[in-house]
């Protein structure tokens, strides 16, 4: 029998029953639409997070208190107090630091901000006159923090944009107006351009506000440390040399006598971008993995269906194989069943992936990309599904005894 016929006849079969074929390849139709929309989406939150990570500046050097590895280039906090505004001011002046171009300084905390009858739970940056510039935050409208408003511990704040659309809806113009944070009164001076969320960390920073530094340490929290400390060095370059300048600077003040002792952590914008990649592959890697198991029990749905086949055909297998027919004849008869079974299926779940990751993608403002490796995966798994999943009764259809089949009721 040529497999053309093979082939015509396995369309016959499967058309016959159209309710069956539907629901046999409904589960193969999750499974790689689940497949391909959740690669889709995890690469498309890691441009994100990469994008606004490289929007900052690739010649950042950001500095934390706390650390728990070897050398400078560190994570945690085992001490979050260990920095000072003084630490930065001296890197800045230090005439043994000839790499660095600017520094910057926040502390960070978390607090409700209110106007009117309206409220919500925003990040609170005390920041420096330079910050947002560093940083790449743009004005919207209205005026930056100045060092004046520093020196006098003023009470205004910058908005994020997203705080301004919580508190004061789109018509009402926020300048001037006084809201409420920490028990205290703050003049509203100006608004940050719109940047969306990040997608990881720190959420959005449009849901964020901006006083100044002081303001924050004496007024509002009573501390004197700090939590961030942002370096632009001269030019890429200099990255390494900015690192262990600024690593052995903090390492005398702190009076600490070598890396491994380090209170504090300095990290370069790659070796951000390296975690948040790690972290975001492994997230992608688990979700893509559970959407798989529906491949599987998708699989064992082909299974069960041609097992139901095989008994319902046992004279029309018994049949053929009194006229002739070898095994691998009847084998390759429900094998390609199952292949045309789990290609339809995988055919479909991809176009329905692809669908699902354009929809997910604009809906939450994420870079559209399509992960072509997913596709190759979904059409690589679908098929080896049918061809597994589908052995065992084409196996067993192969193995009856004519005799025995042709008396089956």
Do not use: C
Not at 57 to 82: E, K
Not at 149 to 162: F, S, T
Not at 254 to 269: K, N, R, V, W, Y
Not at 356 to 369: D, E, F, G, H, Y
Request: aromatic residues 6%.
């Amino acid at each position: 029998m040529k497999l053309n016929e093979i082939f015509e006849e396995s369309i016959a079969v499967l058309t016959t029953n159209k309710m069956r074929t539907l629901l046999s390849i409904l589960g193969i139709v999750i499974g790689i639409g689940s497949v391909i929309a959740l690669m889709t989406l995890g690469e498309a939150s890691q441009s994100s997070v990469k994008q606004q990570i490289q929007s900052l500046g690739s010649n950042i050097l950001t500095i934390r208190p706390g650390a728990q590895q070897q050398g400078f280039v560190r994570t945690s906090n085992s001490d979050n107090t260990s920095l000072k505004y003084a630490d930065a001011e001296e890197i800045k002046t230090s005439q043994r630091i000839d790499t660095v171009n600017d520094v910057a300084v926040d502390y960070t905390s978390r607090g409700q901000i209110i106007y009117d009858k309206n409220n919500m739970n925003v990040q609170i940056y005390g920041i420096t006159d330079n910050y947002l510039s560093l940083r790449n935050i743009k004005l919207d409208y209205g005026e930056n923090i100045s060092l004046q408003d520093r020196d006098i511990y003023n009470k205004v704040i910058v908005l994020g944009a997203g705080v301004v659309e919580e508190l004061f809806g789109t018509e009402e113009n926020p300048i001037g107006k006084f809201v409420r944070i920490s028990g205290a009164s703050f003049k509203v001076i100006g608004v940050t351009t719109s940047k969306g969320s990040t997608g990881f960390g720190g959420g959005s920073l449009d849901e964020s506000v901006y006083v100044p530094l002081e303001t924050a340490q004496k007024v509002m929290f009573g501390i004197s440390h700090v939590s961030t400390i942002y370096v632009t060095a001269k030019n890429e370059e200099v990255m390494d040399a900015a690192l262990n300048q600024i690593g052995f600077l903090l390492l005398e003040r702190h009076g600490l006598a070598t890396p491994e002792e380090a209170d504090f952590s300095i990290q370069s914008q790659e070796d951000i971008l390296e975690t948040v990649s790690e972290i975001t592959g492994t997230f992608t890697t688990l979700l893509t993995g559970i959407a798989a198991i529906s491949l599987v029990v998708g699989g064992i749905g082909i299974m069960n269906i041609m097992l139901v086949t095989v008994t319902e055909r046992t004279t029309e297998i018994g049949l053929r194989k009194a006229l002739g027919a070898k095994r691998k004849t009847i084998v390759t008869q429900f094998l390609v069943e199952a292949i045309i079974l789990t290609f339809t299926g995988g055919l479909i779940g991809i176009l329905l992936g692809i669908g699902t990751s354009i929809i997910i993608t604009k809906l939450m403002n994420l870079p559209a990309t399509l992960s072509l490796s997913s596709i190759g995966l979904s059409v690589v798994m679908s098929s080896l599904v049918g061809i597994v999943f589908g052995w065992y009764p084409a196996q067993k259809a192969s193995k009856l005894e004519p005799i025995v089949a042709l008396r089956y009721e």
